[in-house]
């Protein structure tokens, strides 16, 4: 059903901005975005192979999702450590709008994954663990979470980590398209764009969130997990939010407020103000220069290039020379 926003009082959220929001109804809370000129701008700055620039473009996405909920200043960072491919993605957001990102993977066996076709994240990433950290600045403790990964999907590592860390029910839902810019031809002057959507169950009654125990592991022979009914509001959100397609997460036609009324229009969703996300690096020179001067000689010369010390950022390519002698 098609309908103008604005005859709302609303104003579409458009390109690189979430959308928080709530189905009363069904006493759920969620998120949703759509990642344009900003994930872009920083995949194509980094030129990765086409895998791992969706392998991070996932991760930019849920890291989106989680960061700009935090409600004060500070950061919020995703790190995954792993024997794969890809050994390590890093997707760190300061509030209430800064995100940057970068990976680190060996050339020749990604290669080797999509000679043999072995694209899905899990293949790329292989075993380890993704941290989730919450860094609340100067004089406060920081917080972080950790989950396992052993074959599974950025989607299911969020699920795990509110269900272990949380205790809290969790759907996600993300993509990563490519586009062709108007007039050109296949293959040329492609834009990346990607999206997702985070529902969460948040009723009043705190016993309602009960769910089933984690596999029993090392318990007495015989004890098995608790089998609980799902709450019947909870299995209608999550089934509608598995209704979602991909091309839908990333069609920049549909906006994310119409993708919600075609959700839950039954229930009625309620929109928050949106909250814009930048592709911005905290790095600087004075930054980079304070940071040398904690480095050995040692170090210091392997960066040296002629009578320069040199320094590019990783996450943003910003090249910092410094005069070797000083």
């Not at 926003?5 to 189905?23: I, M, Q, S, T, W």
């Not at 999206?195 to 090392?218: C, H, I, K, N, S």
Request: glycine fraction near 8%; hydrophobic fraction near 40%; aromatic fraction near 6%.
């Amino acid at each position: 059903m098609a309908f103008d926003l604005k005859e709302f009082g609303v104003e579409p959220a458009g390109l690189d901005a979430v959308r928080p929001f709530a189905v009363e109804g069904l006493d759920v809370r969620g998120r949703s975005l759509v990642l344009g000129p900003v994930i872009d701008d920083i995949l194509s700055r980094h030129q990765y192979p086409e895998p791992v620039s969706r392998l991070l473009a996932e991760a930019i996405v849920l890291t989106c999702l989680l960061g700009t909920a935090l409600k004060f200043q500070g950061r919020f960072t995703l790190q995954t450590q792993t024997d794969g491919p890809v050994s390590m993605l890093v997707v760190d957001f300061s509030s209430p709008d800064a995100v940057r990102a970068c990976a680190s993977f060996d050339e020749e066996q990604v290669a080797a994954a999509v000679a043999q076709g072995n694209l899905k994240p899990h293949d790329l990433l292989g075993r380890g663990h993704l941290a989730m950290t919450i860094d609340q600045g100067q004089h406060m403790q920081r917080y972080q979470g950790l989950v396992e990964l052993d074959g599974i999907s950025l989607e299911e590592v969020a699920r795990r980590y509110f269900a272990r860390s949380e205790q809290i029910p969790t759907e996600i839902r993300m993509a990563v398209g490519e586009l062709l810019t108007p007039g050109s031809s296949e293959g040329a002057n492609r834009r990346w764009i990607a999206g997702g959507m985070m529902v969460q169950f948040l009723p009043a009654a705190p016993e309602r969130m009960r769910q089933p125990d984690l596999d029993p592991g090392d318990a007495p022979e015989g004890a098995g997990a608790h089998d609980l009914e799902e709450d019947d509001a909870w299995a209608e959100a999550r089934a509608l939010v598995e209704t979602v397609k991909d091309d839908e997460l990333v069609d920049p036609d549909l906006s994310v407020e119409h993708l919600l009324f075609r959700l839950f229009h039954e229930r009625g969703v309620r929109l928050y103000d949106a909250q814009v996300v930048a592709d911005k690096c905290r790095c600087s020179r004075d930054r980079v220069e304070g940071i040398l001067s904690s480095f050995a000689a040692e170090e210091i010369d392997s960066m040296r290039e002629g009578d320069k010390v040199v320094v590019t950022c990783e996450f943003c390519s910003a090249r910092y020379e410094f005069d070797a002698e000083r």
